[in-house]
T-cell receptor
């Protein structure tokens, strides 16, 4: 079945560092891809999405490009802030209407 | 953006009792709603998918008689944890999606503690 694999955390960076969180997927057909963020004690918020190959999703300085050839959707940000500390989930939505999540990556940003 | 409201945000109940969690889409019609369970420091486990007016589809290993899901209207779905036990303590999150929309919107989650 469909699945999402993302790098395990926690990831600890200093403020203004460059961030990459890797995400790869397995799916039949052409899924939509998402990054969600979860702040402590809260639900999930959609960070960005891409619905077809070569699409780039972006929001709040974060970017991810849908790479069909490598089945990847890596999350990047050029300069992280302390407020970016959270858990980030890569997810896909395939033809069966379900949203499948990766295990999440906890990000700590040090001032 | 679209808002999904989940209530209550926290609940403590005694072992053996039942607890109902509500999930409402406030400004759109949710043809599909999803219920997830999240264990500490882990990912979201999809429990079931419900479409308005029809029975929920449960994931393998999820007891449908224990986790009752009702999606009676386009704006409301409920999850009832019946005869709760301490091992049911968890963070439950709902999400809602509009017809033909790939994006799902999430509630803020419910922390259930069974004592």
């Amino acid at each position: 079945g469909d699945s999402v694999t993302q790098m395990e955390g926690p990831v600890t960076l200093s403020e203004e560092a460059f961030l990459t969180i890797n995400c790869t997927y397995t799916a039949t057909g052409y899924p939509s891809l998402f990054w969600y963020v979860q702040y402590p004690g809260e639900g999930l918020q959609l960070l960005l999405k891409a619905t077809k190959a070569d699409d780039k999703g972006s929001n709040k300085g974060f970017e991810a490009t849908y790479r069909k050839e490598t089945t990847s959707f890596h999350l990047e940000k050029g300069s992280v802030q302390v407020s970016d500390s959270a858990v980030y989930f890569c997810a896909l939505s395939g033809g069966d209407d379900k949203i499948i999540f990766g295990k999440g990556t906890r990000l700590h940003i040090l001032p | 953006g679209a808002v999904v409201s989940q209530h209550p945000s926290r609940v403590i109940c005694k072992s053996g009792t039942s607890v109902k969690i509500e999930c409402r889409s406030l400004d759109f019609q949710a043809t599909t709603m999803f219920w997830y369970r999240q264990f500490p420091k882990q990912s979201l486990m999809l429990m079931a998918t419900s479409n308005e007016g029809s029975k929920a589809t449960y994931e393998q290993g999820v007891e449908k008689d224990k986790f009752l899901i009702n999606h009676a209207s386009l704006t409301l779905s409920t999850l009832t944890v019946t005869s709760a036990h301490p091992e049911d303590s968890s963070f439950y999150i709902c999400s809602a999606r509009q017809f033909m929309n790939t994006e799902a919107f999430f509630g803020q989650g419910t922390r259930l503690t069974v004592v």
